[in-house]
């Protein structure tokens, strides 16, 4: 079953909104911002083995932990940043997945520093694949396997997928012009 169906199926209203603000204004549409970039991942990374819901209901807490998805800020994080974080009952406390948000904020800024953007870095690659975005972020990040690379790529508009034809917010998919729908 697609997203978009599923939520028409959820059983409480808090849910069905929680998940429908996600399905109709964020997931397939591109980011163009580095932070934001970086933020999708950590969350996309934090998702697995859990509920999206779950993620979702902790987003506003995984911003508030990792200073708004800066880069440098993150970047930058002390041992003392990695205790906190794995203290905060806010986020996921998983210490391979907060080191994994610290170490590929230290990625970006190596990717920034040689294509000038994770975007530039994520255009230059594209279009691929998605068995070799896997292995190009198996081999460029931390804790990046096949399904979250997947739905990383697809909730920023460079794998399709995200939304079928015959849902209401794929025509506004398509009107953002997600990278899947240009070819080089």
Known sequence: ??????????QTPEKKALHKNY???HYGFPIHDDNELLGRLILEINQAGLSWETILKKEAG????????EIKKIAAYTE?????????????????KVNAAIENAKTILELQKEYGSF?????????????????????????????IVNEFL???????????EDCPVHKKIIRSKPMW????
């Open 1 to 10: 079953m697609s997203y978009c169906a599923a939520i028409e199926n959820m």
């Open 23 to 25: 399905h109709d204004n």
């Open 62 to 69: 995984f911003r508030e932990a990792y200073s708004n998805f």
């Open 80 to 96: 003392q940043d990695r205790e906190r974080l794995l203290n905060d009952a806010g986020i996921i406390r998983n210490k391979l």
């Open 119 to 147: 975007e530039k870095w994520l255009e230059h690659h594209h279009p691929k694949p998605k068995e070799e975005w896997v292995r190009l972020f198996k081999k460029t990040f931390k804790f990046t396997g096949g399904e």
């Open 154 to 164: 697809m909730s920023i508009g460079y794998l399709k997928g995200a939304h079928t």
């Open 181 to 184: 729908s240009i070819s080089k």
